[in-house]
Structure formats: structure tokens, C-alpha cells
């Protein structure tokens, strides 16, 4: 195994898991909404999303219809920002980084 592939796995693996805890906490969110409980802060949602989380949380918002309105633009800004560069930085690791 190269080391490329290794950065490869194991960035790959980092994005999975952050997208499955990513979808599993705007699940949470929209069912604690629902219920008029307390909820999970908008930063947190944000945060997971744009550090790796996307490939979870922009499916979760159109799943569950969560954060989908117009006052929540940023929400779909920020998932579809995750989405594309993470999407960059496996392509650089891909074909321009030499390891």
C-alpha cells in the first residue's frame, strides 16, 4: 500500500464517520424541533458540516426537510461549501500531491 492510498483511507474513513455523526445529530435536531425540546446549536450544525460532515448533513437537510426554508440560507451555503472542498482535497490528493 502506498502512502497515498493510506492518506486516502484514512480521509476517507475521517469523512464517513463525520458524515454518519453529521446526519445522526440533524436527525436529532428536526426531532427535538418537532417535540419543542431543546436543540442542538446552529454552529454545531455548521461546524460538522463544513469540517467534513456534508456528504451527511445536506442529505439529512433534504431527508428531513430540516434548515430548508429561506431565512436558513447559510445552511445550504455551508453544506454545499463542505461538499465541494472536500471534494478538492481528495482530488489534490489524488493527482497533485506527491507523497
Known sequence: MTTKQLVLII????????????????HNDKKKAQKGKWRTKEKVLLLLSFFGGAYGGYPAMLIFRHKTKAEHWYFTF???LG????????????????F
Open 11 to 26: 480521509y476517507g474513513s475521517y469523512l464517513l464517520f463525520l458524515s454518519l455523526i453529521t446526519f445522526i445529530v440533524y
Open 78 to 80: 455551508v453544506n454545499i
Open 83 to 98: 461538499l465541494l472542498i472536500h471534494a478538492a482535497l481528495i482530488l489534490l490528493i489524488i493527482f497533485v500531491f506527491k
